[in-house]
């Protein structure tokens, strides 16, 4: 499959056209941002960690019936992909408070939640990725009604397989964040990448953190080890052979 020309160069991916008109190529770069891109530094080996991490977890969620935009890892850090018409949200399921919902709300850090919370935030780096409701989806006109149904009814599925698959590992799934877009038959697909990038995780003995938020914490001498522990937890031998 050849790369043709670059469709998106997001802050950590790049994702190109290919010679088949439904697939792209998704390139996971080693760079790392926090802050609406503000901070950027170079993460040596982190594009092919979250690629293989992505990979394996679409694959997983792929064997629980939830269809992702997955096809195949071309190279460690480079994906083939279906191609989507993504649709600017980012939907944010949390297990447990902390982040973003304990700095806007009277919630305590670490605070057990069930049900999950659900959270849509518009994915628009110039308005800091605001918080939506229902009714400003629609005055955006980024999604239906049946659209937003079914986004929150997926999230709920992909965190239940989530839960399970990171405790199979010995890690809590605290929070992350996921994206769909629609193909051409105008179905909801998976897309985007599930990795420490846009997951929290906590180790379930220790607590400690296994993902982005050491590099939004200043620790970025500690970010890739924790990133390859969560690789060498996830991935079997067989996987990493
Ligand atoms: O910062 P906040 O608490 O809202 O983040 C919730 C979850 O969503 C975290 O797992 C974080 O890594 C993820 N997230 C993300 N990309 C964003 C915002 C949040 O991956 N732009």
Redesign the pocket.
């Known amino acids: 499959m050849e790369r043709k020309e670059l469709i998106n160069g997001g802050k950590v991916k790049s994702v190109y056209n290919t010679t088949d008109e439904d697939k792209v190529i998704i390139e996971f770069r080693d760079d790392m941002t926090a802050g609406d891109g503000e901070r950027k530094e170079v993460m040596n080996k982190k594009g092919c960690l979250n690629a293989v991490i992505s990979s394996k977890i679409f694959q997983y969620l792929e064997s629980k019936g939830i269809k992702t935009q997955f096809i195949e890892l071309l190279e460690n850090n480079v994906m083939l992909a279906q191609k989507l018409d993504m649709i600017p949200i ?1 939907v ?1 399921v ?1 297990n447990i408070a ?4 304990v700095r806007k709300y009277p919630i305590e850090d670490g605070t057990k939640l069930d049900p999950p919370i659900v959270q849509m ?1 518009y ?1 628009d780096d110039e308005f800091h ?1 605001p918080m939506l409701n229902y009714s400003i989806i629609k005055a955006l006109g980024i999604a239906t009604q049946d659209e937003i149904d079914i986004l929150v009814e997926l999230a709920g599925k992909v965190n239940d397989a989530l839960r399970e698959f990171f405790d199979q590992a010995g890690i809590i799934l ?4 996921i994206e769909f877009g629609r193909d051409e038959e105008g179905n909801i697909i998976l897309g985007d990448e599930i990795s420490p ?4 995780l906590w180790d379930k003995e220790t607590l400690e953190m296994m ?3 050491l590099f939004r914490k200043g620790k970025d001498d500690e970010v890739m080890d924790a990133y390859l522990e969560v690789y060498n937890r996830v991935l079997s031998d067989d996987d990493k052979s």
């Open positions: 980012e944010i949390r902390t982040g973003s919902l935030d994915k990725d605290v929070d992350f964040k990038d846009s997951c929290r993902d982005k938020e």
